[in-house]
């Protein structure tokens, strides 16, 4: 069956296609400047990608490796800052980077001179930004950065200081932040900003589920990330099935969760919960109810 064909040699299918086009982009200034900038962004490195598996509900680790980038903070760190720099610095730029609220007040109280420490941090990590966000347009990073204070990160990510005229104007700006007491918020914003920029996407592949304590820890960390998906694996199928009420599932978890715990000899593994009995004190609860429920009926899990 041929479609009719509309103005122009277009079919129907694409007239329709193209008037919704028009709605979006009126003229031919706005296609074309749209077609441009596709093009260009087309021209930019690929952003990184990050792969975790088997992540079985050990949050501690899990955040770690997230904050971290599995090592792609610290080494675009150690491109930035060079040699010149004494590798103690590294680390500690790296560890405030990836715990900013913690790192923070423990820097700070072992500094002589807090302003010029302040100052040289602001200036360090508005460099690393600026490198982690070569991969991306101006409009990606300024979507990034907070509402609160996005004019003032966006003008410092983009000043350059080599130029004479301006260093009067940028320097006021770093000097304000540190006269209004508004330096810890900004070290932590740009923290967050760096590593929402040095990974683009995250991937899971599989097992989020099973011998660790908190994977529901883990999950909101996923639900709270700018770019995530997931592979579910055969533990999350398990516990899944047995929080929908499949007494199979039930069992299964419940063998799982005791092999993994126990190790050689009977001696528990470590990071293992003492109790063991969860899937067979749920599956129970359910066979008396004779409903079928959800892990968190009614509310957010805890």
């Not at 770690?64 to 590798?87: C, F, M, Q, W, Y």
């Not at 007040?105 to 460099?127: F, G, N, S, V």
């Not at 907070?146 to 260093?167: M, R, S």
Request: proline content about 5%; aromatic content about 6%.
């Amino acid at each position: 069956m041929t479609e009719e064909r509309g103005g122009a040699g277009y079919s129907d299918g694409q007239m329709r296609y193209l008037a919704l086009l028009a709605r979006q982009y009126p003229t031919i200034s706005a296609a074309a400047s749209e077609i441009i900038k596709i093009e260009a962004v087309l021209r930019l490195p690929k952003g990184t990608e990050h792969f975790m598996s088997d992540l079985h509900g050990e949050h501690e680790a899990f955040v770690h490796i997230l904050n971290s980038a599995s090592g792609v903070i610290r080494e675009k760190i150690d491109t930035v800052l060079g040699e010149k720099v004494p590798p103690q610095q590294h680390a500690e730029l790296a560890t405030l980077i990836y715990y900013p609220a913690q790192k923070l007040p423990e820097l700070k109280a072992a500094q002589r001179d807090l302003d010029a420490w302040y100052r040289q941090t602001l200036l360090r990590l508005i460099e690393l930004c600026r490198f982690v966000s070569s991969k991306h347009t101006r409009e990606h990073v300024r979507g990034c950065l907070p509402a609160d204070c996005g004019y003032v990160l966006d003008e410092l990510l983009h000043a350059h200081f080599e130029d004479h005229d301006k260093d009067l104007y940028y320097g006021e700006i770093v000097e304000s932040i540190l006269r209004y007491d508004r330096a810890d918020a900004y070290i932590i914003r740009l923290c967050e900003v760096i590593k929402r920029l040095a990974v683009d996407r995250l991937h899971i592949v599989g097992d989020l589920f099973d011998r660790g304590p908190r994977p529901d820890r883990i999950l909101d960390h996923l639900m709270a990330h700018h770019d995530v998906d997931i592979q579910w694996g055969n533990h999350d199928v398990v516990w899944m099935g047995a929080a929908a009420g499949s007494p199979v599932c039930a069992d299964g978890g419940e063998k799982l969760s005791s092999v993994r715990q126990c190790g050689p000899a009977g001696k528990r593994l470590r990071h293992q919960p003492a109790e063991t009995g969860t899937f067979r004190r749920e599956r129970l609860r359910m066979q008396r109810r004779g409903t079928v429920v959800s892990p968190c009926p009614g509310q957010k899990c805890q």
